[in-house]
């Protein structure tokens, strides 16, 4: 049997007034969450607070140390699908396709089918 003995948490403390700060946070403890790096909590009402649980110091600081060498699969992913959205819409409208054939374009679309021509351009 493992046990795991957590360190306290690190108190961090926000200012409302200071909101674009607050955001850039955020941000970063979610994409540190979404690998696997640490976990957060945040408190609010009264006496808002967030608890954070760092998993491994190294993939930090070494994302630290070289933050253009950082990927992040899901962002890839994300970025992926909306161009291949682009390109799709770009597709149908510089194509003037009537409206069944629009319809059944946007149907194939949502089913997963991209004509080639639309991949290609991406």
């Given amino acids: 049997m ?4 957590m360190p306290p948490p690190i108190p961090l403390f926000l200012l ?4 674009q700060e607050a955001e850039k946070t955020f941000i970063s403890l979610g994409l540190f969450e ?4 640490l976990l957060y909590e945040v408190k609010g009402g009264n006496n808002p607070e967030i608890f954070i649980r760092v998993n491994s110091q190294l993939q930090i600081e070494s994302t630290i140390k070289q933050p253009e ?3 992040n699969t899901i962002l890839n992913n994300v970025h992926k699908r909306h161009k291949i959205s682009v390109a799709m819409l770009t597709y149908l409208f510089n194509n003037q396709v009537g409206t069944d054939e629009f319809w059944n ?13 639309v991949l290609e351009s991406v």
Avoid: N, T
Wanted: hydrophobic share 35%; glycine share 4%.
């Fill in 2 to 5: 493992m046990y795991y003995i």
């Fill in 16 to 19: 409302k007034s200071s909101r």
């Fill in 34 to 37: 979404m690998l696997d790096l």
């Fill in 69 to 71: 060498l950082y990927q």
């Fill in 105 to 117: 374009y946007i149907e194939d679309y949502f089913l997963g089918k991209v004509p080639q021509e």
